[in-house]
């Protein structure tokens, strides 16, 4: 077996997933085994104490299921999404030498598009949470 792993061979072998193969075997493997494991020496004593949702020592009152303004969530995704942008620039610092004049007009065009985005959010609104 560990003549295969040493072996010489070509990119496209596919031998050459054989270490990758067996990583995943282990892992899930070990996975299984310690959840089997937890489950067989674990305690299992189910009181109604232990059988009440947690929350904090805070007694619940109330529904969950309040209504909720749509501005927490349309911020979260704004969020996200501009956030998702800058990362799609550090390609682009790294590699700015090589990419020349083609990759700075390319990141200045993407820059564009989410202006465009910017400008077309502010303009419904979307940032006021006045009402």
Request: net charge neutral.
């Amino acid at each position: 077996m560990i003549y295969l792993l040493q072996a010489n061979l070509s990119a496209s072998d596919s031998g050459s997933y054989l270490p990758i193969a067996i990583q995943v075997i282990f892992a899930v493997g070990l996975l299984v085994f310690l959840l089997i494991l937890t489950h067989l020496l674990g305690p299992k004593r189910k009181t109604a104490d232990k059988l009440q949702v947690f929350a904090s020592g805070i007694e619940s009152h109330g529904d969950a299921r309040q209504p909720m303004a749509i501005k927490y969530f349309l911020t979260a995704i704004l969020f996200v999404l501009f956030d998702v942008e800058v990362i799609f620039f550090y390609p682009y610092a790294v590699n700015f030498r090589e990419l020349g004049w083609s990759g700075f007009w390319a990141v200045l065009m993407f820059v564009g598009f989410f202006l465009c985005g910017f400008i077309y959010i502010i303009k419904k609104g979307a940032l006021k949470w006045e009402d």
